[in-house]
């Protein structure tokens, strides 16, 4: 998309300012519970700023929510079995999606291109929920979007892959985590090499589109020694590895 980074962020956050209600959480009102459970249910990586949340939940710990971030929109399906149940689009991508909505009143999902968003338990009618979305689009047309977007792929949770580093593999790891492992310093996408089920060789991370739109700035020098350690279970990279 045309535009620095801080012109899509000013986008991102008056849209969010201009929608806010009883359904529609921003900034501040993003609070205790509700914000510690989106950390952690959309893995919002270092750099990332959460200026909306669509809580569709019934009890308000927005576990099940579509979060909107400075690089992306987040969305965790806590229910319903015949749709993806994690996915991000990045706002460029976001841009020339098909928003879509059947307009039926038992129909709770709000479709972006394939993936779908189950409003239900939100006190946003889905109807609501689709408008939004298409303001926010034109919003980030208007812009400067191309209008003639390249294919990129969009992160889920289904997806795994393998990572080479300096010769050695490891994994599989979830997509998702291999974003937040790029953010955390611990894989090098501009030197590091990634492959999965169906692709014929492996390829550098930063070609592949996934992980080039979706990964915001490397930390800041020192960063990634206050980080948590991995799960129980993944591989520590070889020692020597150069960050």
Not at 34 to 43: A, G, P, W
Not at 65 to 81: C, D, I, M, R
Not at 213 to 242: I, Q, S
Request: proline share 7%; glycine share 8%.
């Amino acid at each position: 998309m045309e535009g620095d980074a801080m012109s899509i962020e000013r986008v991102i956050a008056e849209a969010c300012g201009s929608y806010a209600s009883r359904g529609f959480f921003v900034g501040a009102s993003i609070t205790g519970r509700k914000r510690q459970n989106i950390m952690t249910v959309h893995e919002i990586l270092h750099g990332e700023t959460v200026y909306g949340l669509i809580d569709m939940t019934v009890f308000g710990s927005a576990k099940h929510s579509a979060v909107f971030t400075n690089y992306k929109l987040s969305v965790h399906n806590a229910w319903g079995s015949d749709i993806v149940r994690s996915w991000a689009i990045p706002w460029d991508q976001f841009a020339h999606a098909k928003v879509a909505h059947s307009g039926k009143k038992t129909d709770f999902n709000v479709y972006v291109d394939q993936f779908a968003i189950n409003t239900a338990g939100s006190a946003l009618a889905p109807a609501e929920v689709a408008t939004l979305l298409r303001d926010l689009q034109q919003r980030l047309r208007n812009m400067g979007a191309p209008s003639e977007p390249e294919a990129i792929e969009t992160a889920t949770e289904d997806v795994e892959w393998m990572v080479a580093v300096n010769g050695e593999t490891f994994g599989p790891y979830k997509e998702r985590a291999v974003i937040r492992y790029v953010a955390q310093g611990r894989f090098d996408r501009t030197r590091d090499y990634v492959w999965r089920t169906g692709m014929p060789d492996w390829r550098r991370m930063e070609d592949v589109d996934v992980f080039r739109r979706n990964t915001p700035p490397p930390p800041p020098p020192g960063a990634e020694n206050e980080l948590p350690p991995l799960p129980g279970g993944v591989p520590r990279l070889p020692k020597g590895r150069k960050r």
